[in-house]
């Protein structure tokens, strides 16, 4: 075999490992890959406001976490409640996050505009479904 021959063999054998390792790579890149943040947040009718965050990963999970917040105007009090997040859908320029109340498990929907406009924060409780409307802003971070 001449010396020509050996080089051009090694050559092509290197370039197979380094093509086959470089696809290899890129097939579990995405996993490994950045999550998406998201921050929605408004005000709401009867002087509620909402705000909310949460990570979707490249696999499309979602985990986050939120609060419907305000001061009654009938009595002054104040009140926070916290809720998680654990789907996210969108739909016609519109984003829906769906979770429950942590201290009761009650379902909560938050549908906004996307990037900003009408929204709508949706509970149910014993049954009865509550629904606050206004504007607000998501953001992409």
Do not use: H, W
């Amino acid at each position: 075999m001449s010396c020509s021959t050996i080089s051009t063999r090694s050559i092509m054998s290197r370039i197979l490992v380094l093509s086959t390792a470089f696809l290899l790579a890129e097939q579990t890149a995405p996993a490994a890959g950045p999550v998406t943040s998201i921050a929605v947040s408004g005000q709401l009718s009867g002087g509620n406001y909402v705000s909310a965050t949460c990570t979707v990963s490249n696999l499309g999970q979602v985990n986050g976490s939120g609060s419907l917040y305000g001061t009654n105007p009938s009595n002054g009090y104040s009140y926070n409640y916290a809720f998680s997040i654990t789907k996210l859908s969108t739909a016609s320029g519109k984003l829906t996050l769906t979770g429950k109340f942590t201290s009761n498990g009650s379902p909560v929907t938050l549908t906004a505009s996307v990037p900003s406009g009408p929204m709508s924060f949706t509970y149910v409780v014993n049954g009865k479904s509550y629904t606050y409307t206004g504007t607000g802003t998501v953001t992409k971070y």
